[in-house]
């Protein structure tokens, strides 16, 4: 297997992972928002790691802001951008 199919089941791997870690809080009512406050940073984080340059600061800025507001945390970001990143923007590559 290439490096890039590595990498992009890896970040598949890790993005349903981390989305599903951001779900967390609604199981835990009452304390689920808080353990949000110390989720949304360590995401933004990620993200911007998972994706680099401005795409990846830009969704890192994102999830941070979609982690942090109630209720937005069954917003899958994470796969969001997996599925821009590998699906979309590689079929904008190959028409070119």
Do not use: C, H
């Not at 984080?45 to 507001?69: D, I, N």
């Not at 109630?70 to 997996?82: A, Q, R, S």
């Amino acid at each position: 297997m290439s490096k890039l199919k590595d990498t992009k089941f890896q970040n598949l791997f890790l993005s349903l992972l981390f989305d599903a870690l951001g779900m967390l809080s609604f199981a835990i009512p009452g304390i689920g928002e808080f353990t949000d406050v110390i989720w949304a940073p360590i995401a933004g984080w990620l993200m911007t790691r998972m994706y680099k340059g401005k795409l990846g600061q830009a969704a890192g800025v994102v999830t941070f802001v979609e982690e942090l507001v109630p209720g937005l945390d069954v917003v899958p970001t994470f796969t969001i951008m997996w599925v821009y990143t590998y699906l979309i923007q590689k079929g904008k590559g190959k028409a070119n």
